[in-house]
């Protein structure tokens, strides 16, 4: 699944060596790359049967059996305003630990395990969507491009509050 760490910042000047790094997981939605730190996640795993249930919200794929344990699956694309999931090869399903206990979120894809220096995370673009920007904690940029940080919970949250 993800086999090697990409180190982000290579060039730590060596009196930063204490500088904080944090971990987090590339997911892939659409084109774009999202990060969602390490410590929010449980497992991942390729999707099984997802049941749909009647009468959820849209972003509410339905309902996944995951070694026993009912996972409900969420669709952080219709979330996100970037249309509707549809399942392939690489599709994952992110295990997030919450607050209300273990969610799935279904992700086109997971890229790998960034390290990333503190200091290196910037504030969101400000043309960036205000609806959505809401839940982008930050951006990064990385070897191939920008990723944007996930504010997992608030995302997956945002119709209870």
């Known amino acids: ?8 910042v290579q060039d730590i000047p060596l009196e930063k060596e204490e500088a904080e ?3 987090f997981i590339g997911i892939r939605l659409g084109k774009e790359l999202y990060g969602i730190p ?23 794929m339905g309902l996944m059996n995951l070694q026993g344990e009912i996972l409900c699956i969420a669709d952080v694309k219709i979330l996100l305003n970037m249309g509707k ?7 994952r399903v992110v295990v997030i ?14 890229m790998d395990i960034y390290d990333i220096v503190k200091k290196s ?6 043309a960036l969507n ?32």
């Open 21 to 23: 790094i944090l971990q």
């Open 38 to 60: 390490v410590e929010k996640i449980r497992k991942i795993v390729k999707p099984l049967q997802i049941t749909s249930i009647p009468g959820t919200a849209p972003h509410i």
């Open 121 to 126: 995370i910037e504030t969101t673009l400000p």
């Open 130 to 161: 205000m609806e959505i920007s809401g839940y982008i904690q930050g951006q990064v940029q990385i070897h191939n491009g920008l990723m944007g940080i996930l504010d997992i919970e608030r995302l997956l949250f945002k119709q209870e509050k």
């Open 85 to 91: 999931a549809i399942p392939a090869e690489n599709s």
């Open 97 to 110: 630990k919450t607050v209300e206990g273990p969610v799935g979120i279904f992700c086109d894809e997971v």
């Open 1 to 8: 699944m993800v086999d090697n760490k990409n180190q982000v």
